[in-house]
């Protein structure tokens, strides 16, 4: 056998053997633990990069881990592969997505095959296969049939770079498209919206019931679903002769207290009233002026605290509830129509950008709610009536105090919460004019995208019988292949797609051109994987109760809204079926840092990708595989550089030595023993030691520090065998040793394990159907202890005593230790910290 450690004459070696075992593949197995592993599915975007294989290999380590611990794991693989990116490239390279997704799947394939990642292909899906996507159609039908599926004319994001509707979701803090990065517009569409709504709270609620998530992402999921309390008041519209009528315009407000200061109210841009109002008349010039100049704005922006307010008065007025007093209706950009009503109650004194509204275009600001340290207070302490139009502040004031000028509410408690605002909604509840109310910020899901590479709708549009769910039976709608994408088409310019019967009538009929939200394909693949070859069913629900939910799941902490939040949804709309038995998918999340270059994340629109083909030239996968682990712990971002990948090449190297000297000479019938001396008791103990210290860093995701410790066992190997001459060693504690360190690297460096193991070693089976080496954590004691010894804080010398010395013998050895030091000096003080340090103070 060699002593030099060769990759390239072993891994593709063992791949093919795993393959032909069938080692990865799994079935339900109801005499073992189970553990359901899981990265996020990848894009197939191309070549994989430095940030696919430390997220495929952290979950590679953690599966190969616990199935030596002796459970049953699945750890599946498949492609994210509908989408605008495929389409995209498609265009850019006069192609087909389907040969550009299909190729790509193929070239990672390979790729992950050469990592050695333990996969069971058996269980692959792609969302582009009609066996896959025919059951998001189906799903699609049934969130249908229990109406969480609507049809609606709704201002919607607009990319201009993508030519498609975007979610809510999909748009970047600074108003731009996820995918493309153009500035999104706002236009006005009928769409499909998934109405996860419905599910708010559960949504909110059930976060609570993930310890297993980082506070980060819960708190993440937990603002953007945006819970406020509140009330909905209704107020009364007038006509355009300022006459009361019988319509109402109802707000949505979390400090119904501050009604009585409301001196103006506004409408969202997009609010279906403002052409109403406005068309024919002197106002329609300025209002729409507004309009248009909001839909080339971002949410994000018109929204900021920072951004001048627009706006332009309607002619029109509502009458507040609490005092009857007109109102002035106008429109402004701030207001947005996905909070809310669309419609606010503007109560410029205690909410900033009302205020700078009011200032910019010279509109009341009547205080009605002032802390008690204010200047204002005492001036204003008891006032029922308005006797103060605008305040002197500088900034609104949005804090609890003390009500004025709100008639028979002036003197109670204002602010959230409080007294005034329960009393307010009271009094409107008890006269029809509003009520108790909560908001969420999370809107429903719009899905509608106007691209040809995604899931079709399974929807059909009939003049006779309006819009009719395509029958179960006709599943899949078939995504067709002659689509010319460079040209522009989509479904929409295909007639031999939408040209249809009625499936209800039998009449002539069009087909939804429209695809779905490929977050739609993402938000169920995780149970698919569990019945994934299954033709007749989404999957057997005996099945998913076995494996579910994913015990571990891995991941960008990019998808902390989009992907983990509609997957939450559609899990608890799937419970609702019957479909499965529990209500969240992932029961621990990790969210590992990102792969940098250079500062920047490393991605291939930004051209910053190291190709780990590179590497595995050179080193081998193995050695790619612990480097990348090595390199920092899971959860933080790392810096890549080339330099220490010798420094983990020269480890393994020499992990290899090691083990092949020991199985040569036990295969040569070497003897000895010495089981009592000093230096095999240590390498026992540092045995014991680093096999509890792997595994707690295992199932911690310390993955670096659990290689740092195999590390120190090696070292602690060779010291012994340099340290010991040949006929004196412990032969089968070295044995054991050697195999221990050939089991704690299997997960990292799988073919080098299975090399070791079987080759080198001598064993039958595989070392990956091996169980995880015990140990003994008394074992790993010892049974003395090393203290420095100070005297004014200087270490003069070291003391070795039994493990269970009590204080006092420590404390008068180690003065016996540094007699010299304190002779003819008074000794102050003798401090010892067990295990570590006897501090003496001489003087």
Not at 100 to 120: C, H, L, P, V
Not at 602 to 611: D, E, F, L, Y
Not at 647 to 668: D, K, P
């Amino acid at each position: 056998m060699s002593r030099t450690y060769d990759p390239h004459s072993i891994e593709e070696k063992w791949q093919a053997e795993w393959d032909a075992a069938g080692l990865y593949s799994v079935t339900e197995d109801a005499f073992k633990p189970k553990k359901y592993v899981l990265e996020m599915f990848p894009y197939p975007s191309g070549d994989i990069h430095m940030g696919h294989v430390r997220n495929y290999s952290i979950g590679d380590v953690v599966a190969r881990y616990f199935t030596m611990r002796g459970m049953s794991v699945l750890h599946p693989i498949g492609w994210d592969a509908f989408g605008l990116p495929a389409e995209n490239a498609a265009i850019k390279s006069d192609s087909h997505p389907a040969k550009w997704t299909y190729a790509n799947i193929e070239k990672q394939a390979t790729s992950f095959r050469r990592m050695g990642f333990s996969y069971d292909w058996d269980r692959t899906v792609r969302t582009c296969d009609p066996e896959y996507y025919r059951w998001g159609q189906w799903t699609f039908l049934k969130f249908w049939e229990r109406g969480l599926v609507e049809r609606k004319n709704s201002p919607v994001n607009w990319c201009p770079g993508c030519k498609t509707v975007l979610a809510n979701e999909q748009v970047l803090p600074d108003g731009t498209c996820w995918r493309c990065k153009s500035v999104v517009e706002k236009r006005e569409l009928e769409q499909y919206f998934l109405k996860i709504t419905e599910y708010a709270q559960e949504l909110l609620d059930d976060l609570d019931e993930l310890p297993g998530w980082p506070e980060r992402v819960k708190a993440m999921q937990a603002n953007w679903i945006g819970r406020s309390e509140g009330a909905e008041v209704d107020f009364t519209l007038c006509d355009a002769a300022g006459e009361p009528t019988d319509t109402t315009i109802t707000v949505f407000t979390t400090r119904p207290d501050t009604l009585f200061g409301c001196s103006f109210f506004l409408l969202a841009p997009e609010h279906p009233l403002v052409r109403e109002f406005v068309t024919g008349t002197q106002y329609e010039a300025a209002v729409m002026d507004v309009v248009r100049a909001a839909a080339k704005e971002s949410s994000i922006d018109r929204s900021s605290a920072e951004k001048e307010k627009r706006g332009a008065f309607t002619g029109r007025y509502v009458i507040n509830p609490v005092n009857g007093e007109k109102v002035p209706v106008w429109v402004s950009d701030y207001v947005l129509m996905e909070y809310g009503t669309g419609a606010v109650m503007a109560v410029p004194s205690g909410d900033q950008r009302d205020f700078d509204f009011a200032r910019t275009y010279d509109l009341p600001i009547p205080p009605v709610v002032v802390a008690e340290d204010d200047m204002l207070f005492s001036q204003l302490s008891g006032v029922r009536e308005r006797v103060l139009a605008d305040v002197p502040w500088e900034v609104a004031y949005a804090g609890p105090g003390v009500m004025v000028q709100s008639g028979a509410f002036t003197g109670m408690r204002g602010g959230k919460a409080s007294e005034g605002m329960k009393a307010v909604t009271e009094w409107l509840a008890e006269r029809g004019q509003g009520r108790f109310s909560i908001n969420f910020r999370l809107r429903d899901w719009l899905i509608s995208r106007q691209r040809y590479w995604g899931n079709p709708i399974p929807a059909i549009h009939c003049p006779e019988c309006g819009l009719v769910p395509v029958p179960e039976a006709d599943l899949p709608v078939m995504l067709p292949m002659d689509v010319d994408v460079t040209k522009g088409e989509t479904l929409a310019d295909h007639p031999e797609f939408y040209e249809t019967t009625c499936p209800t009538c039998g009449g002539a009929a069009r087909r939804e051109t429209d695809t779905m939200d490929t977050f739609t394909c993402s938000s169920w693949y995780y149970l698919r994987y569990c019945d994934a070859r299954n033709d007749d069913a989404i999957w057997d629900p005996a099945k998913t109760d076995y494996w579910m939910p994913v015990d571990q799941y891995i991941g960008g902490i990019e998808h902390a809204i989009l992907h983990l939040l509609y997957s939450r949804f559609f899990t608890k709309v799937y419970r609702d079926m019957g479909l499965v038995s529990f209500a969240e998918p992932f029961t621990n999340l990790l969210t590992q840092g990102m792969v940098k270059l250079d500062g920047a994340t490393m991605s291939k629109s930004r051209g910053n990708v190291v190709a780990p083909e590179e590497i595995i030239a050179k080193y081998g996968a193995d050695t790619l595989r612990a480097y990348i682990l090595f390199m920092a712990p899971p959860d933080k971002d790392l810096e890549w550089s080339n330099e220490g990948l010798d420094g983990m090449w020269r480890f393994l190297g020499r992990a290899w030595r090691y083990i092949t000297e020991v199985a040569e000479e036990s295969a040569a019938g070497a003897s000895g023993v010495a089981a009592g001396d000093p230096a095999t008791k240590l390498l026992s103990r540092e045995r014991h030691r680093v096999v509890g210290k792997v595994s707690d860093d295992i199932e911690r995701f310390q993955f670096n520090t659990a290689l740092s410790a195999m590390m120190e066992l090696l070292n602690t190997a060779y010291d012994y065998r340099r340290g010991v001459p040949a006929g004196s060693r412990d032969v089968g504690l070295e044995r054991d040793v050697a195999e221990t360190l050939t089991l704690l690297l299997a997960p990292y460096v799988p073919h080098m394990a299975e090399e070791l193991w079987r080759e080198v070693l001598g064993r039958a089976e595989s070392v990956h159907l091996q169980s995880w080496p015990a140990w003994d954590p008394a074992a790993a004691v010892s049974d003395e202890i090393e203290y420095a010894v100070q005297v004014n804080g200087k270490v003069r010398a070291r003391l070795t005593v039994a493990a269970d010395a009590p204080e006092d013998v420590v404390r008068e050895a180690a003065l016996e230790q540094v007699a010299e030091h304190v002779e003819g000096k008074t000794v102050r003080k003798v401090v010892v910290v067990p295990g570590k340090l006897v501090s003496i103070v001489v003087g």
